[in-house]
């Protein structure tokens, strides 16, 4: 079997008439729809019935309401899958019929892979998001900052790698989305092999942005898409809108390229501003250095000299101390005689005197 659909469900109930058919009119045959609940409301069981009696590929897992976002019940759902490849529908959003073909031959190379993510305004407008797994930031992005580029419609992987995964689908933690949590715990098995697809093949109508809308006013909406998938213009509107969005993009990426340059010029000019500082400052201080160098070497030929004067001074006193005569008149000023000698000299001395 070529791949298994699963299609989670909780109080959305009549979406799923639309979603549904999406998947079962695609080009790969060769499948089967597991729609998975998550304590759902009655309507959907009446829905499940009625789909699965039209069409076998189709299994419906009345599950009661989970943890979470009802992840557990997927992981019990694929341990009953038999798909090459596992894709995953929304139920309430839209497969272009070639969705399944495209997905299967992006992960004949590889283990994870998405179409083209682009998601339906409210307003009817088409929006995307830009994202390229081959680039390690996209991958960063994803598994640190908590950004989704791949909402869960689009994305698929083989049933080979989720059975290498560790744990599969778990509850997510609180603040996190469930697809987003899945894609991280993929993205983080090593050399892991991961691809975008080019080709929009997904019509995403996020749940978030029509909070609030009554049923028939969902299925109004969604009624519009489903008649235009039919539509041979549809592509080229979205292949336009995708090329007028991207070249928007290029534009804006070219004007920060600009805004970036011109920084980093008068970065640049800063640092050689700077350097130029630097090296007076460095000169300055050279000089500097240099004076403090010869006061020391001045400092230190006075030292010496008055070292070498004291020297001296030392030396020419013992040669006077050690000389007879200098004997003699030591004897003599212990003799009486010197004694008195002394005391006529300070006599003469004192203040006052006659």
């Excluded at 998975?36 to 959907?44: F, S």
């Excluded at 069409?55 to 557990?72: A, H, Q």
């Excluded at 899945?182 to 983080?188: A, C, E, N, P």
Aim: aromatic fraction near 6%; hydrophobic fraction near 40%; glycine fraction near 10%.
């Amino acid at each position: 079997m070529r791949a298994t659909v699963v299609v989670p469900t909780f109080d959305h109930g009549a979406t799923l008439e639309r979603s549904v058919p999406t998947a079962l009119a695609q080009t790969v045959s060769d499948i089967e729809v597991f729609v998975v609940g998550d304590g759902v409301p009655e309507v959907t069981r009446d829905i499940m019935a009625r789909f699965m009696a039209e069409d076998r590929r189709v299994r419906f897992f009345d599950n009661p309401k989970g943890p979470g976002n009802g992840e557990v019940h997927r992981a019990a759902a694929l341990r009953e899958a038999r798909g090459r490849i596992v894709a995953y529908l929304s139920d309430d959003d839209l497969w272009m019929p070639e969705h399944l073909e495209e997905l299967d031959a992006l992960l004949a190379d590889a283990d994870f892979a998405h179409a083209y993510p682009i998601r339906i305004e409210p307003d009817g407008t088409i929006a995307d998001w830009n994202v390229d797994l081959s680039l390690g930031w996209y991958r960063r992005a994803m598994l640190e900052g908590g950004t989704n580029f791949v909402p869960l419609a689009c994305g698929g992987h083989t049933l080979d790698l989720y059975r290498r995964l560790p744990h599969g689908w778990r509850a997510r933690p609180e603040g996190m989305w469930s697809d987003l949590y899945m894609w991280q715990q993929i993205l983080s098995v090593p050399g892991i092999r991961a691809v975008s697809g080019t080709r929009p093949t997904v019509l995403h109508l996020p749940s978030s942005l029509r909070l609030g809308w009554p049923v028939e006013r969902r299925l109004q909406e969604l009624d519009r898409w489903v008649a235009r998938i039919g539509e041979p213009g549809l592509r080229e509107d979205l292949y336009l809108a995708v090329a007028a969005r991207t070249a928007r993009g290029q534009a804006r990426n070219w004007e920060a390229l600009q805004e970036h340059r011109a920084a980093l010029e008068a970065l640049t000019e800063d640092r050689d501003s700077a350097r130029v500082a630097e090296g007076r400052l460095g000169m300055r201080q050279a000089e500097l250095v240099d004076q403090l160098d010869r006061l020391a070497r001045d400092r230190e030929e006075e030292r010496l000299s008055l070292e070498g004067q004291l020297t001296g001074a030392r030396r020419e006193l013992a040669e006077v101390t050690g000389t007879r005569t200098w004997r003699w008149r030591g004897r003599l000023l212990r003799t009486p005689l010197g004694g008195l000698a002394r005391r006529r000299g300070a006599g003469r001395s004192r203040p006052g005197a006659s």
